[in-house]
């Protein structure tokens, strides 16, 4: 989850990672720092909690001429968010930075302790660095050092090595994304947690397999060569030429990352529709026209999760072929039970997520075909997955995802068009158009679901409930509104609040209920049995229903005519809005929510 950024070049090392870091203040913002060679050829650190800027400050006015630098945004795992805990870790002569968690810290801790280490933070990060520091103490390369080290610390890591007495910084993962990149015309090179650090700056970048050691000069011959631990040279990475572009990191005239990513939904939509039907897409299509599973193992987290129930819905109504869907952090401890002919279907945006990746690895294990759908072209997931349906929604930088909710819904649903071997795209091209052009409205009426936020942020809590294709919807919409605005949400299938929670309706609770044409009548049975009990009603319904309005406290009109299975989509994004602006009246940060990261990368 961290954000870690490395670089050795002409250029000023210091600068390149701090606008690295930047890029990956998502993954990470409660502490951030950077350590780098000085005009006398010692290492610097400067490291700060908070947020970027609050480093940036700390260097004004200290000379950065560095030509070897590395970096960390940190999210914390092991030990308080302080100065001390941050990274990068300093023992004199090496500094590492750390993405993801090891295991058994506290018993390699002991041992180092025992052998006359002394530790100057609680985090499992500074573990490592003593275990290279008493290796190369001992009189090992720092290149053994590391690989010695790698070997007795357990669980999914990602480590950035750099070393006083030599120009190189090496690097080594398990199971923790690790991308390096380099610039052909001068030379440079880079190590980050995630390709987008690297855009603009690397010409080629390279993704290495598990326990290979990274080894970054920058060197006219050698700028950068992969080895195995001991020493021979490795085959086991990736190349890919640099394609990514700048263009998201931008806000452009809106105030938060998270709106504008709410606002590009329509013309994602319309691409993602050109990429698959006229497109480079359609060639993927052609081989899950082929594919007969006779069960979908679907796996995902977070809001990827309830885009996977959706998914579900369609798959299973459409095709009807039974989907298993699962919670990827739960899924290998209940041993699940595969078969032959199942297919393994993997949900994320990152394509880094652990829980997700170590599912996968399940079933790969035992033998099932694996599919993604990712938003990160050359992540970990798309470089395991047997066949890849790429969402296309562009770098997402809000940390509470809502583009990337959409564009993994609509790929579904042309998986499962796929899926029936005899597609009918036409038709789907259709209301893809159609709900790029219902958002479109959606968008540009706001002012009424404004509205309605500044009325209701400040109530105590709130149910989303919703029924049949819109029983996902509700629990997504809930999950938006905790991680912007703090405030106690749920979702829940509405005929379920009278088994137990509708205990907790009163006068302060508000029923943000949805409700399509779909099962309409048993929808507000259930806004009924709310509104007895003094409860605060929020419906979003079918336009033109008099009774609907009559009913609620407040009234969000939609029109659902044409959308049939699409419907929930269009429905997500006036929720999207409706956290957004109830967040914006609370005055939380809405792009970097407390405790949140982008990218979760531990377990």
Request: aromatic content about 8%; hydrophobic content about 35%.
């Amino acid at each position: 989850m961290c954000g870690i950024v490395g670089h050795i070049g002409h250029k000023n090392s210091v600068h390149v990672v701090l606008e690295g870091l930047k890029r990956l203040e998502y993954r990470g913002y409660d502490s951030s720092g950077v350590c780098f060679k000085n005009e006398f050829g010692n290492l610097t650190l400067f490291k700060k909690t908070g947020k970027l800027h609050n480093l940036k400050n700390l260097l004004r006015g200290v000379n950065l001429s560095s030509n070897s630098c590395v970096g960390h945004t940190r999210w914390a795992t092991h030990g308080v968010v302080n100065d001390q805990n941050s990274h990068p870790h300093l023992n004199d002569t090496i500094s590492i930075v750390h993405n993801g968690i090891i295991e058994n810290a506290a018993e390699v801790k002991k041992d180092l302790i025992s052998e006359g280490l002394q530790f100057k933070s609680d985090t499992d990060s500074e573990v490592f660095l003593g275990l290279v520091h008493y290796s190369v103490r001992q009189g090992m390369s720092l290149f053994d050092a590391v690989s010695r080290s790698f070997e007795k610390v357990q669980g999914n890591s990602a480590f950035v090595i750099q070393e006083k007495s030599s120009n190189q910084i090496l690097a080594i993962k398990r199971g923790a994304p690790l991308v390096c990149g380099l610039n052909f015309k001068t030379n440079e090179v880079m190590v980050s947690s995630d390709p987008y650090a690297l855009v603009g700056m690397v010409d080629q970048i390279f993704f290495p397999e598990d326990e290979v050691v990274c080894c970054l000069t920058g060197e006219k011959d050698k700028p950068i060569t992969f080895y195995e631990k001991n020493g021979e040279l490795s085959e086991r990475y990736v190349s890919k030429k640099q394609e990514c572009g700048l263009e998201p990191q931008e806000k452009g005239e809106f105030e938060h990352y998270m709106l504008k990513e709410i606002h590009e939904q329509p013309g994602l939509i319309r691409f993602l529709e050109e990429y698959y039907f006229l497109g480079a897409g359609k060639e993927v299509l052609k081989n899950v026209e082929n594919e007969k599973p006779s069960r979908i193992q679907l796996n995902a987290c977070g809001t990827a999760y309830y885009a996977g129930l959706v998914i579900r819905n369609f798959i299973e109504s459409i095709n009807r072929i039974p989907v298993s869907a699962e919670l990827a952090s739960e899924f290998r401890y209940r041993d699940p039970i595969f078969q032959e002919s199942d297919l393994g279907l993997f949900i994320s945006q990152s394509g880094e997520t652990a829980d997700t990746l170590a599912a996968l690895n399940l079933c790969v294990e035992r033998k099932v075909k694996t599919y993604s759908l990712v938003n990160v072209e050359g992540s970990t997931l798309s470089r395991l997955c047997d066949q890849n349906l790429f969402i296309k929604a562009g770098v997402e930088i809000g940390v509470a995802s809502t583009k990337a909710f959409t564009q993994q819904v609509l790929t579904g649903r042309i998986m499962a068009e796929s899926l029936k071997g005899t597609p009918s795209y036409g038709e789907l091209r259709t209301k893809f158009s159609l709900l790029a052009h219902r958002l479109e409205v959606l968008l540009s009426q706001v002012d009424k679901i404004k509205k309605i936020a500044e009325e209701i942020y400040n109530y105590k809590g709130f149910f989303f409930t919703g029924r049949g294709q819109y029983f996902p919807i509700a629990l997504e919409g809930a999950l938006k509104l905790k991680e912007i605005a703090y405030v106690h949400a749920e979702g829940y299938a509405a005929g379920e609040l009278k088994h137990g929670p509708i205990a907790l309706i009163d006068e302060e609770m508000v029923n943000v209920a949805i409700i399509g044409p779909e099962l309409l009548e048993k929808a507000v049975s259930n806004v009924e049995e709310i509104k007895a009990r003094r409860g605060v009603i929020v419906i979003l319904g079918p336009k033109d229903r008099k009774d609907l309005e009559a009913l609620s406290d407040h009234y969000i009109p939609l029109n659902f005519d044409g959308l049939e299975e699409l419907s929930p989509i269009y429905v997500n994004v006036a929720n999207q809005l409706l956290s957004y602006y109830m967040a914006k009246f609370k005055g939380t940060d809405i792009d970097k929510p407390r405790n949140l990261a982008k990218s979760v990368t531990v377990e």
